[in-house]
Nanobody, 124 residues
Framework: QVQLVESGGGLVQAGGSLRLSCAVS????????LGWFRQSPGEERAFVAG????????YYADSVKGRFTISRDSAKGLMYLQMNSLKPEDTAVYYC?????????????????WGQGTRVTVSP
């Protein structure tokens, strides 16, 4: 099992920034991909960003490209999502995910492990 614990959510004004963290632990020897999904009220969970286990390749949903940056610190067992120029439509619960499949992975069904989520609220 892989354990994922998110932190860093909160309330921010539009145009502001926030950094989410995800602590990755457990049996990660088969893990090949990490990423972030989000779920807005009344919406299905949607892919936000992904990164290879090595951290050398990243990919993003069009809606966040140029504003969000995914990264990881393997020495600390952490993954990050730096969110800049936030918009009210970025309001959602953000989930850290991990997969034993090779990237790029944008379908939620291909991610094997999910965190509990951290809430981000962007006010107008």
């Amino acid at each position: 099992q892989v354990q994922l614990v998110e932190s860093g959510g909160g309330l921010v004004q539009a145009g502001g920034s926030l950094r989410l963290s995800c602590a990755v632990s457990g049996r990660t020897y088969s893990t090949k991909s990490l990423g972030w999904f989000r779920q807005s009220p009344g919406e299905e969970r949607a892919f936000v960003a992904g990164i290879t286990w090595s951290g050398d390749t990243t990919y993003y949903a069009d809606s966040v490209k140029g504003r969000f940056t995914i990264s990881r610190d393997s020495a600390k067992g952490l993954m990050y999502l730096q969110m800049n120029s936030l918009k009210p439509e970025d309001t959602a619960v953000y989930y850290c995910v991990a997969s034993n499949s090779r990237p790029p992975i944008v379908k939620r069904g291909e991610y094997d492990y999910w965190g509990q989520g951290t809430r981000v609220t962007v006010s107008p």
